[in-house]
């Protein structure tokens, strides 16, 4: 699975944050903040922007695994944490931060994903959570997940899985051609096997229901405006370079909408949080 630009993460962070779905946020708090101790798994951690915006919502004592295929990206979790700590214990693995009153332990684990998720999930984690990663898996990749995370007893707390929904302002008469083939990209392997791209908020939660699991969703688009015109820009730079891939719109479409200047924009996703029966 290819990595990520690290400048693209970091732009994206502030707006994962705002966008998570707040009910579903409360519950998991509800369900597990009153907890002393929890572990936590993050698959596809990145740089470890899950961390920053779950560990709030969890007790004081909290033990994270950030698990990523990306040496670089697990290396630049270590030292984005390190900046977001009020405190750190750095003598190795794990590194130990404290912020807000809690105390966090933090393992680094390098795993291919697609190849060895019992090793990425370890024994018996309390919660198994994940941010803009199971649209990037096929629907087989997100059966084994919830077959493995289900044998495990784990809650689940899936969030900003891409749903398909896409608005930008101004319109441009190219924007379902455009949607369209973008879609046809997100189907593509990035090393699961064919991506589920945006039915893969169905997949996940038919997966678990299957599993037992009691299965909560809510909204978290991305409502983009002025004060995202950096992000607004590379997003639509990434779309377009998505499209041209796929190369099922024309030359001259592609172009004229590249060169629209967006105000704004939705992106649609959805927030996943299940509870094993």
Known sequence: MRGFALEWLALREPVDHRSRNRDLSSALAAHLGARAQVSVVDLGAGTGSNLRATAPLLGPEQRWTLVDHDIALLAAARAALTRWAET??????????????????????QVDLAADLPAALGRAPDLVTASAFFDLVSPEHIARVAAQVAARGAVVHAVLTYNGVQRWSPGHPADSAMAAAFHRHQRTDKGFGAAAGPAAPR??????????????????????????????????SGFARAVSDVGTV????????????????????TDLLAFPA
């Not at 678990?208 to 991305?222: F, I, K, M």
């Not at 024309?250 to 996703?269: C, F, I, N, Y």
Request: no cysteine.
């Open 203 to 236: 997949h996940l939660a038919e997966q678990l229901e299957r599993q037992g699991y009691r299965v909560l969703e809510g909204d978290s688009p991305w409502v983009l405006g002025a004060s995202d015109a950096a992000l607004l820009e590379e997003l639509q």
């Open 250 to 269: 024309d030359g001259r479409t592609l172009d004229a909408w590249s060169r629209l200047r967006r105000t704004g924009a939705e992106v649609g996703h």
């Open 88 to 109: 750190t214990m750095d003598d190795g693995d794990p590194l130990v931060v404290e912020k807000a009153g809690r105390r966090i332990a933090v393992s680094f684990r």
